[in-house]
């Protein structure tokens, strides 16, 4: 007698609903593995981008702009979120005119916002190390890095009055950060 191999219909469909169960449950993980590879994947370029200007302004004794920038070759009230550039800026008027080229830039990713009440457009870096914005008060403040999962998934970047970035969950007043 011939034996037929191979799936009764009932087998398959139940063999179909385990993994469609299984593929329920795998994709808000990956979700969140994919939100979060963005806002580090953010914040890590903007931070070396801040190591970067404030190690080129002590090391070069001169002052170092950090600024929005929607293009990388100029600075712009765009928005954190959309890119900035850092640059040797000889004269201190927070341009990059002729002569001064941009060292450092970066793009914005989608989905990721990066705002500062204390640094609106820019901030420049001293030949001391310490920062300078454009309040002459302003020595510190914060960046925060949100998604569309809001404060509670946010990541800071603080300006300590040394200069020096850092990360932190919380604002440098221990608030909790505002996210668009």
Partial sequence: MDRQNGFTLMELLTT????????????????????????????????SALHFARSSAVLRNERFTVCQSSDGTA?????????????ADLNANQIVDFGETVSRSGLGIEGISITSAEFPNFFIYR????????????NSGNFAVCDRRGAAH????????????????TMNDGSVP???
């Fill in 154 to 169: 946010a990541r800071v970047i603080i300006i300590d009055p040394s200069g020096r970035p850092r990360l932190s969950k």
């Fill in 75 to 87: 600075c712009g009230a765009v928005g954190w979120d959309k890119g900035w550039l850092a640059f």
């Fill in 16 to 47: 179909m609903a385990v993994a469609a169960l299984l593929a329920s449950m795998a994709v808000p993980s990956f979700t969140t593995l994919s939100l979060n590879s963005k806002r580090v994947s953010s914040t890590n370029e903007f931070v």
């Fill in 127 to 138: 030949p001391n190390g310490r920062v300078m914005a454009a309040v002459a008060t302003t």
């Fill in 178 to 180: 505002v996210c668009p």
